[in-house]
């Protein structure tokens, strides 16, 4: 039987759908690699077929668009007259049960353990830690179980979370680096308490200490190979989470070899599965910092035997209105090609005022742009 329509030729369609039916359609379609508009358009054909369904509360609705097959957009609206129900409702009920259809999958323990994401740039202020926390709110909230890692010492991603670093004595990840502490690096996870993350999110906190670990890294005889020294501290939490975000410094030292080697392929690995995301703004100094990280990537590579996936450049705090420097720039790093530009975040308020209230952003403002962004971005890393 022939569709009276053709899937090709889509009309935008605006509607209404409360916050936490937009937010689970988003999630869902995200963890089962289905376009928004697909599962969509699925949904309003299984209400096609249905018997009247269960009112939807669509009170406090948020604006909604997508873009569905042109014969089924005019369709629907008219089976929703003969059903006597609203479009917002007719379309409230389709998403309702397309995912009640449509159960999230829980995918089975890698036997290379966690994937492995960092984000890291020799240049400070580009976005790292945003980006950082940004994605890995984005991944539990798709149902992942995910450890974010301030492997920073200035401790901006702990912060922006609403915790203390941790006190110059304490035990901390630098010093199971080191091998200067022996009780359970479990000991050092905070939850980050959010409802939308459901436990899934979880915090290594920050130390002082961590200034110092370069120099001790270069003198230490604790690990033989200085490069495998996060890997070898961070082993005892990789069969608990699906994915480890690391927020790595502003530095091409000993400590960025040790995330640029915890994010290679690793055996059994594909492509890709790991690795590194560069953020970067829309000006030259970026350019300038990436080339720098790029040499020390191949450099690391090539001495090792390795190979560190480049999944991507997120261009942060991008504003279109500051003219020539911002656009001519942003369509250099897109001409790169390889790695590619993943997502584009905007500049705006959103993200500033999470991180004043010590918020996470999509716990704050989980429909910005800013939020889509880390959605997006975390589609690529899953």
């Not at 963890?31 to 299984?46: T, W």
């Not at 097959?69 to 007719?90: I, M, N, W």
């Amino acid at each position: 039987m022939t569709a009276p329509y053709s899937p090709e030729e889509r009309k935008k369609v605006v509607s209404k759908l409360p916050s936490a039916l937009r937010r689970e359609l988003k999630v869902r379609a995200a963890q089962l690699g289905i376009d928004i508009k697909d599962a969509v358009a699925e949904g309003i054909n299984a209400w096609e077929a249905s018997e009247p369904l269960p009112q939807v509360d669509t009170a406090g609705g948020g604006p909604f668009a997508t873009y569905l097959p042109t014969g089924l957009y005019e369709g629907f609206k008219e089976d929703c007259k003969k059903r006597e129900v609203s479009f917002a409702q007719g379309l409230a009920q389709a998403v309702r049960l397309w995912l009640d259809s449509h159960p999230a999958t829980r995918r089975a323990r890698r036997v290379t353990g966690a994937r492995r994401i960092i984000f890291g740039n020799q240049k400070g202020g580009v976005g790292k830690t945003s980006a950082s926390a940004g994605v890995a709110e984005a991944l539990a909230e798709m149902g992942h179980k995910v450890c974010v890692v301030d492997f920073d010492p200035q401790g901006h991603l702990t912060k922006q979370f609403g915790l203390d670093l941790l006190g110059i004595d304490d035990p901390s990840l630098a010093k199971h680096m080191l091998g200067e502490v022996s009780d359970d690096l479990q000991n050092l996870l905070v939850p980050i308490e959010e409802g939308i993350f459901g436990g899934r999110l979880f915090l290594v906190p920050a130390c002082k200490d961590a200034f110092l670990l370069d120099a001790k890294l270069a003198t230490s005889r604790h690990v033989r190979v200085k490069e495998t020294a996060l890997e070898k501290a961070m082993e005892p939490l990789e069969q608990r989470f699906d994915y480890i975000v690391v927020d790595c410094p502003p530095s091409l030292g000993y400590t960025m070899d040790t995330a640029l080697y915890y994010a290679r392929t690793r055996d059994g690995e594909d492509e890709g599965e790991s690795g590194i995301f560069i953020p970067v703004l829309a000006e030259d100094s970026s350019a300038d910092a990436f080339d720098m990280l790029d040499e020390q990537i191949d450099e690391l590579c090539g001495d090792l035997n390795i190979e560190v996936a480049q999944l991507g450049f997120v261009v942060n705090m991008y504003d279109s209105r500051r003219g020539f420097v911002a656009t001519s720039s942003l369509d250099s790093w897109k001409a790169i090609g390889d790695p590619p530009v993943v997502a584009v975040i905007p500049d705006q308020s959103e993200q500033r005022k999470a991180v004043r209230l010590k918020q996470p952003l999509l716990a704050y403002a989980p429909d910005s742009e800013q939020a889509e962004a880390m959605r997006t971005i975390a589609r690529v890393a899953s």
